[in-house]
Nanobody
């Protein structure tokens, strides 16, 4: 599966953004899809994940309540709705997938990755 992330940009604190990740290839609907982010000088951090049927989600404590992950299997796309953005949300955001129904939070547990999309939140 190939992934293409989009939707990043420069916004002000308190604004919203919606990231999209379009998948090309077989296996998307059966894959757990995750979002990760990496700020300058820091490691890749788990943000959110959703199971293949969209029935179960997981979030990092730092984004819980503010971010929502969802997917549309008919469009082979996973989304990350980000509300009430903070300067500390500034990072490159990546989508990733794993060919399993089991949720995971570790970057090493994801098999395929998209290119990142930059999100910059100014104060």
């Amino acid at each position: 599966v190939q992934l293409q992330a989009s939707g990043g940009g420069l916004v002000q604190a308190g604004d919203s953004l919606r990231l999209s990740c379009a998948a090309n290839g077989r296996g998307f609907s059966g894959s757990v899809m995750g979002w990760f982010r990496q700020a300058p000088g820091k490691g890749r951090e788990f943000v959110a994940a959703v199971t293949g049927d969209g029935g179960s989600t997981a979030y990092a404590d730092s984004v819980k309540v503010r971010f929502t992950v969802s997917r549309d299997n008919a469009k082979n796309t996973v989304y990350l709705q980000m509300n009430s953005l903070k300067p500390e949300d500034t990072a490159v955001y990546y989508c990733a997938g794993r060919y399993t129904t089991v949720m995971a939070r570790g970057a090493s547990q994801y098999r395929y990755w998209g290119q990142g999309t930059q999100v910059t939140v100014s104060s």
